[in-house]
């Protein structure tokens, strides 16, 4: 890790200090995630094979008739409560950190964490950012494509690649997207695992995420891409990717929360 200071700029009394990052961390951070996930050799696959159901499942839903359109929406918008399913990621790696057994029984242990309420306000603002993602996206769906549901996901797959009406709703949407991408990284990115490791309300959390991405926005833009790309890749096919890359996340998060905040 390079030589840490604290960041200068003005900041809200209640956030915690910051520091400045370089890539060279957010490598550190996911080699870290990594040996946190070997150190518990898979024993934890079975707790990230839930989040990859989830989404199976909505994804499921959404392919009936009338919610078809919602189809990329949901599977991309599951992402965005993954910092709030990662929770007991965080405490395991605190634990492992502080030399402390992390049996995969402590994954449950998040819940007698002192702030685990305010970890729960949190993770209740991320779930109305996915809802108000799924409604951006429809509203933009109806704008462009107009009102009338496609007859079947082909007829659907057919219309948005082979339109000019199709390309318009895709770059719409991925942008979008980024933008509300954007707003949980700010929003969670120390605030959830800060939750976990000290006994401090939402308010606090949040305004020391927002620091931390504001001193640092380059190197967070990288973080954000990299993340989406991971997301990406253990989507297909079926999510069931996810039950490795949202452990290892997970975890790398932690370690990059460590190194951005003065704890």
């Not at 700029?9 to 080699?31: C, G």
């Not at 094979?49 to 949901?74: C, E, K, N, S």
């Not at 990621?89 to 605190?94: H, K, S, T, V, W």
């Not at 950012?129 to 007829?155: C, D, E, K, N």
């Amino acid at each position: 890790m390079t030589v840490a200071r604290i960041h200068a700029v003005e900041r809200p009394a209640e956030a915690y200090p910051v520091r400045t990052i370089t890539t060279a961390d957010l490598r550190a951070a996911l080699r870290k995630g990594w040996s946190d996930f070997l150190q518990h050799r898979g024993d934890l696959l079975f707790v990230g094979i839930i989040y990859p159901l989830v989404g199976f499942a909505a994804a499921a839903i959404a392919l009936q008739d009338t919610l078809i359109p919602l189809f990329f929406p949901i599977a991309a918008g599951v992402g965005l409560m993954g910092p709030a399913v990662a929770g007991g990621f965080y405490e395991l790696a605190r634990r492992r950190e502080q030399g402390l057994d992390s049996g995969w029984s402590h994954f449950f242990d998040v819940v007698r964490r002192p702030s685990f309420d305010a970890f729960l306000a949190v993770g209740a603002l991320l779930l109305m950012l996915f809802f108000a993602w799924l409604a951006v996206a429809a509203g933009l769906y109806v704008a462009v494509m107009g009102v009338a549901a496609p007859g079947s996901v082909a007829a659907f797959a057919t219309r948005l690649f082979t339109t000019p009406e199709g390309w318009t709703l895709i770059v719409l949407g991925n942008l979008a997207g980024l933008c509300f991408s954007a707003a949980v990284l700010t929003v969670s990115v120390v605030a959830m695992p800060m939750l976990i490791d000290k006994d401090v309300d939402a308010r606090t959390a949040i305004h020391t995420s927002r620091m931390a991405v504001m001193a640092n926005k380059g190197v967070m833009v990288r973080w954000g891409l990299l993340v989406a790309a991971l997301l990406v890749a253990g989507s297909i096919p079926f999510f069931v990717g996810l039950a490795v890359v949202l452990p290892v996340l997970g975890y790398a998060t932690w370690h990059l929360y460590t190194r951005l905040v003065a704890r």
